[in-house]
């Protein structure tokens, strides 16, 4: 995210204008889905960008980029 917040973004809307998703949003999910995959193999992740998948009875909740807009706008309000 850090890496990402000086670059050009590839912004593209979800359900509504207000409701964003950068490549920046895609790569930490990836990121934090395959590491919980490599080490949890039998739990369920539930993702932003993603959906769910497996299933399992340790259910995981990611959301990769929280305050999209304030990224897009290259404010520190965002997590």
Request: without cysteine; aromatic residues 12%.
């Amino acid at each position: 995210m850090r890496d990402g917040f000086s670059k050009p973004l590839n912004i593209k809307e979800k359900s509504a204008d207000w409701d964003l998703v950068t490549q920046f949003d895609l790569a930490s999910e990836k990121y934090i889905v395959d590491k919980i995959h490599k080490k949890y193999s039998s739990h369920a992740i539930f993702s932003e960008e993603q959906g769910q998948t497996g299933k399992g009875k340790n259910l995981w909740i990611i959301d990769p980029l929280d305050g999209t807009r304030g990224f897009k706008k290259r404010l520190n309000s965002f997590a």
